[in-house]
C-alpha cells in the first residue's frame, strides 16, 4: 500500500510562496484512514475549487511534474531543466521547491528537491522506519552522501550531474528502499484533463478499459477477469448510459500494434440488443467509459489517482458516485486516494471540511492555496451546507464579476 501524506510546491508556475496539500484528517470518522506509525489518519479525497486561472491545475500539475523528472531527467535533461517557475519579480531566476511525504507499506517516506533550470541544487530522500527520521541519500550541488549499508549504490556517483536526479540514477538499481519509493512515485495515476505530462501505459491508461472485455490470455487468470469483467460492466450501468455489454472488434494493426481493440457499446431497450459503433457514443459516455479500467486498477492496486476538471464532460450525479467509490471502505478496500480539481460546486456537500482546498489569486497574480478547514474550524462541518456557503462567498475562491467597467463595457449595466 502506498498512500499520499502530504505535498509541498514553491516557485512553479503560478506558485510563488510555498503551498501544502495535506491529506491528514482534522477528525475522525469511518472513511478515514488511521496510520498508528504516522500518529495521523489520512483522507482517501482531496478536492480543489476556485476560479478560473487561479492554479487549481498547477498544483496537480508540480506533482505531476515531480513525477515525469524521476521517470526521465537521466535521459531528457541534457541541456536544460524543464522546470516552469513563477514569471514575475525576479522568481524565474530562483529554484523552485517540491517536497513529497508518502506511506509506503508501514514506513513514512519525505523527498526533497531544490531545482532550477541549470542545476540541481538540492536533492534527498528520508525515510522513517522506527519513527525517525534516518537518511537514504543527500545531495548538495554534485556532492552525494548515502546511508550506511547502500553501498550497492556507489555507482550512482558516477553518473551524476548537474541536471540528473539521483532517483533517476538510483532506479536502475536493485536496491529495496529507493526502489520501492520511486515506483510508488511513478506508479501514481495521472489520467484526464491537461495536466497529463506523458501518455500512461499499462494498468493506469484508457487502454486498460479495453484490456477488461478482451479475451483472457491467462487461464489461470479467468476467474478474475471474469470477475473485473463484472465490475466494468457495473460501473457503465452505474452511469445509466442504457449500455448492458461491451463487444471488442479486432483488426489487424501495424508493427507497434499488431491488434486494435475498437469497442461496441451495446445499448439495451426492451429486449433489443443494438451495439453503437464508439466514435458515435457522446463525450460523457466516452470519458467515462475511458475511465473504468484506470479507475478499478486504482481501487485494486490503492494507487493515488490525480485528476484535473473532474467534471469535463460528465454529469454531476456520476461524479458524486466517482467520489464516492474513493470514500466508501467496502469499495476502496486498499487505500487508494483521489485527488482532482473541479467547477463542479455539487461535489461540496460530497466531501468533508479537511477534503476541500481553494485556491485564488492575490495582487501578484500568485496562487494562494488553504484548506476549507482553516476557515471557521470546527463550524464548518459536512452538515452544513457546503456549497452555499462557497458560492456566497464566505470562503473567497470565487471569481469576482461585480467590476463595473467591465460590466458597463459589456452593456450589462448603464
Do not use: C
Request: charged fraction near 25%.
Amino acid at each position: 500500500m502506498r498512500v499520499l501524506i502530504r505535498f509541498e510546491v514553491e516557485n512553479f508556475r503560478s506558485i510563488l510562496g510555498p503551498v501544502e496539500l495535506s491529506m491528514v484528517a482534522v477528525d475522525e470518522r469511518p472513511e478515514v484512514r488511521a496510520f498508528p506509525k504516522l500518529g495521523a489518519s489520512l483522507v482517501p479525497v482531496a478536492g480543489i475549487f476556485g476560479p478560473n486561472a487561479s492554479g487549481k491545475s498547477n498544483v496537480l500539475a508540480a506533482l505531476d511534474w515531480l513525477r515525469w523528472s524521476i521517470q526521465n531527467s537521466l535521459l531528457n535533461w541534457d541541456d536544460e531543466i524543464p522546470v516552469e517557475p513563477f514569471a514575475f519579480g525576479g522568481a524565474d531566476s530562483r529554484d523552485s521547491s517540491f517536497a513529497l511525504e508518502l506511506e509506503i507499506e508501514g514506513v513514512r517516506f519525505e523527498y526533497l528537491l531544490d531545482v532550477g533550470r541549470e542545476r540541481v541544487g538540492y536533492e534527498a530522500l528520508f525515510h522513517y522506519p522506527e519513527g525517525r527520521r534516518r537518511r537514504i541519500f543527500e545531495r548538495e550541488g554534485n556532492d552525494l552522501v548515502f546511508q550506511r549499508g547502500l553501498g550497492e549504490l556507489s555507482g550512482a556517483r558516477a553518473l551524476l550531474t548537474d541536471r540528473s536526479l539521483v532517483l533517476s540514477i538510483v532506479r536502475r538499481f536493485d536496491e529495496p528502499e529507493t526502489s520501492a519509493f520511486v515506483r510508488a512515485v511513478l506508479r501514481s495515476v495521472v489520467f484526464g484533463g491537461r495536466i497529463r505530462t506523458l501518455p500512461q501505459r499499462g494498468h493506469y491508461s484508457a487502454d486498460s478499459t479495453l484490456l477488461l472485455f478482451g479475451p483472457s490470455d491467462d487461464k489461470d487468470g479467468g476467474a478474475d477477469q471474469d470477475a473485473e469483467r463484472r465490475h466494468a460492466i457495473a460501473l457503465l450501468q452505474l452511469a445509466d448510459l442504457g449500455i448492458t455489454d461491451v463487444e471488442i472488434e479486432e483488426s489487424q494493426g501495424n508493427p507497434r500494434e499488431p491488434v486494435i481493440r475498437i469497442p461496441r457499446l451495446v445499448h439495451s431497450v426492451g429486449d433489443q440488443r443494438l451495439p453503437f459503433e464508439y466514435r458515435d457514443e457522446s463525450a460523457g459516455t466516452r470519458t467515462w467509459f475511458q475511465l473504468i479500467g484506470p479507475l478499478l486498477a486504482a481501487l485494486r492496486h490503492g494507487a493515488i489517482v490525480l485528476f484535473d476538471e473532474l467534471d469535463a464532460s460528465l454529469h454531476p450525479t456520476l461524479t458524486a458516485q466517482l467520489v464516492r467509490l474513493f470514500t466508501g471502505t467496502t469499495s476502496n478496500p486498499n487505500g487508494a486516494q483521489l485527488v482532482f480539481t473541479s467547477h463542479d460546486t455539487n461535489l461540496l456537500n460530497h466531501l468533508n471540511r479537511d477534503e476541500v482546498w481553494l485556491t485564488e489569486k492575490d495582487a501578484n497574480g500568485a496562487t494562494r492555496f488553504a484548506a476549507l478547514s482553516d476557515f471557521a474550524g470546527e463550524r464548518v462541518r459536512r452538515s452544513a451546507n457546503i456549497e452555499s456557503g462557497y458560492l456566497s462567498g464566505r470562503f473567497g475562491a470565487l471569481p469576482d464579476v461585480s467590476r463595473p467597467e467591465v460590466l458597463r463595457d459589456l452593456g450589462l449595466i448603464g
